[in-house]
């Protein structure tokens, strides 16, 4: 059964704070995404990787492979990044998602 | 402009009603989705279509059925609606045909409240 789970399932943190999100997955998966679902709704795909890691502005994202795991870490947090962040496993041509991650940074 | 557009953005309406909500994206992509968010926030896929064909139909009723006029549009429809089927329901595209790790993006959500 393709599975992809999340942790936490909820996190505060203060502003300035590193933050680390975790997700794990079965195997045979193709790539695997990060997406970011805004307050008010709005999905944006932060990233997909297949291998290694991939830094946007203060977002990085880790896989590793061999331990079927990945990890999204945001650096100098800020309440604008508060948001529900969802892991998603490639598994053929779809994807299968985690439960996300509900985010408060605190000023 | 709208990268993936969706319409309406809210929907409420009463149990037996039939219903569609229309999806479209000026990226050019060949593939495009349809995903179902319920009130745990859990997304799920239903369909996905490339070129107009269908390519993934999850286990979802036969109440719903999409439809494909040009690659550009994935429309969904819903017939005698329930009350399990108020959600949000959420339009994406990707660039590739049936090849694999691409980017989707996705179109702002319409709410489904049955009443």
């Known amino acids: 059964k393709n599975e992809v789970e999340q942790s936490p399932q909820n996190l505060t943190a203060q502003e300035g704070e590193f933050i680390t999100i975790n997700c794990s997955y079965s195997?045979?998966?193709?790539?695997l995404h990060w997406l970011q679902q805004h307050p008010g709704g709005g999905i944006v795909s932060l990233f997909m990787?297949?291998?290694g890691k991939k830094k946007h502005g203060r977002l990085i994202a880790t896989i590793n492979i061999q331990e079927k795991h990945s990890s999204l870490h945001i650096t100098a947090s800020h309440p604008r990044d508060s948001a529900v962040y969802i892991c998603a496993a490639e598994y053929g041509n779809k994807l299968v998602f985690g439960a996300g991650t509900i985010l408060r940074v605190k000023s | 402009d709208t990268a993936v557009s969706q319409t309406p953005k809210y929907l409420v309406t009463q149990m037996g009603n039939d219903k569609s909500i229309k999806c479209e994206q000026n990226l050019g992509h060949d593939t495009m989705y349809w995903y179902k968010q319920d009130s745990k926030k859990f997304l799920k896929i239903m369909f996905s279509y490339n070129n107009k064909e269908l390519i993934i139909n999850e286990t979802v009723p036969n109440r719903f059925s999409p439809k494909s006029p040009d690659k550009a549009h994935l429309n969904l429809h819903i017939n005698s609606l329930e009350l399990g089927d108020s959600a949000v329901y959420f339009c994406a595209s990707s660039q590739g045909g049936l090849a694999v790790q691409e980017t989707q993006y996705f179109g702002p959500g319409t709410r489904l409240l049955v009443l």
């Open positions: 990787l297949s291998s």
């Open positions: 195997v045979g998966i193709s790539a």
